[in-house]
Nanobody, 123 residues
């Protein structure tokens, strides 16, 4: 099973951009469908975006459409989440997750998780 690690979080002003990365060790990321989820304290984790193993299909949560882009570079064993036009309400811990079998928007379908990276949108 792969160990996943997110990076790229930080503090950004409203309207700004961040690119999150999800890297894998222990197993090639190309064998995983990858999802991004986010969580605010006291709330359930919610779906952000997902991408198939080959990158042929992507899916987005409603609030992410038109602002966020998920992509992957299997040669670099990395999946990216480009986030543009960030809003205060995008503040959360962002997690990447992997599933070798399922391409899904549901967190219960993912069995490999990273530790998360904090994104804070603040002026």
């Amino acid at each position: 099973q792969a160990q996943l690690a997110e990076s790229g979080g930080g503090l950004v002003q409203p309207g700004g951009s961040l690119r999150l990365s999800c890297a894998a060790s222990g197993r090639t990321l190309a064998t995983y469908n990858i999802g991004w989820f986010r969580q605010v304290p006291g709330k359930e984790r919610e779906f952000v975006a997902a991408i198939t193993r080959t990158g042929s299909s992507t899916a987005y949560g409603n609030y992410a459409k038109g602002r966020f882009t998920i992509s992957r570079d299997n040669a670099k064993n990395t999946v990216y989440l480009q986030m543009n036009s960030l809003k205060f309400e995008d503040t959360a811990v962002y997690y990447c997750a992997g599933s070798a079998t399922t391409y899904s928007q549901l967190e219960r379908h993912y069995d490999a998780w990273g530790q998360g990276t904090q994104v804070i949108v603040s002026s």
